[in-house]
């Protein structure tokens, strides 16, 4: 099915450890982001992508590593997971930047312990 | 730096009663303005946008916005709520001169429709 799609859904890990969230889209889009939404805050861009093996930091980057080999993936890693990070994280994707709708995916909840 | 403020965070309203969904934003230069409504356990879809034009917009759902580039405003409006609207509403920013994908978004206001 075309679309945005994020896994896992649901994440537990503990506080130190590495967790990578996944990424992939089938529209071939040319921009990926990441956000995290939290209460209070709405949503804050972590990192965002213009094409493959370009990136750059958005609001919130401490903390976290994303990579773009391919244009369909856009993989967040935590390095060293803290509790601040317990969020939900929401990827997107666009065609032209913010120039053209963002579509999102439908999040993964990742909880630090 | 761009900022979008949000001034209610949560709404709560009977059917058929109109809304109103407050939204500045601080940016000096000519921006691209979005309401994104998330609902209950979904992701965030796109309700409407403006770029350029005619200041108030039209989108989904009998939803509207107008821009008022004197007040930096982007309010939401709908004449008649549903239950079915229902959701967090986002607002967000943007310079199109940045293609960069700094869409700043707002604090988001739920909104709460009784039956």
């Known amino acids: 099915d075309a679309g945005i799609t994020q896994s896992p859904r649901y994440k537990i890990t503990e506080t130190g450890r590495q967790v990578t969230l996944m990424c992939h889209q089938t529209w071939s889009h040319s921009y990926m982001f990441w956000y995290r939404q939290d209460l209070g805050h709405g949503l804050r861009l972590i990192y965002y992508s213009a094409a493959a093996d370009i990136t750059d930091k958005g609001e919130v980057p401490d903390g976290y590593v994303v990579s773009r080999s391919k244009t369909e993936n856009f993989p967040l890693t935590l390095e060293s997971a803290t509790r601040s990070q317990t969020s939900v994280y929401f990827c997107?994707?666009?065609?032209?930047?913010?120039?053209?709708?963002?579509?999102f995916g439908n999040g993964t909840r990742l909880t630090v312990t | 730096a761009q900022s979008v403020s949000q001034h209610n965070h949560h709404v709560i309203l009977s059917e058929a009663a109109s809304l109103e969904l407050g939204c500045n934003y601080s940016y000096g230069g000519t921006v691209n303005l979005f309401w994104y409504v998330q609902y209950p356990g979904q992701h965030l879809q796109l309700l409407l946008k403006?770029?350029?034009?005619?200041?108030l917009v039209k989108g989904i759902k009998g939803f509207e916005a107008e821009f008022i580039k004197s007040k930096f405003s982007f309010n939401l409006r709908k004449p008649s709520v549903q239950w079915s609207d229902t959701a967090e509403y986002f607002c967000a920013v943007t310079s199109p001169y940045n293609q960069g994908g700094k869409l700043i978004f707002g604090q988001g206001t739920e909104l709460s429709v009784k039956p």
């Open positions: 403006y770029f350029s034009g005619d200041p």
């Open positions: 997107a994707s666009s065609e032209f930047g913010t120039a053209s709708p963002l579509h």
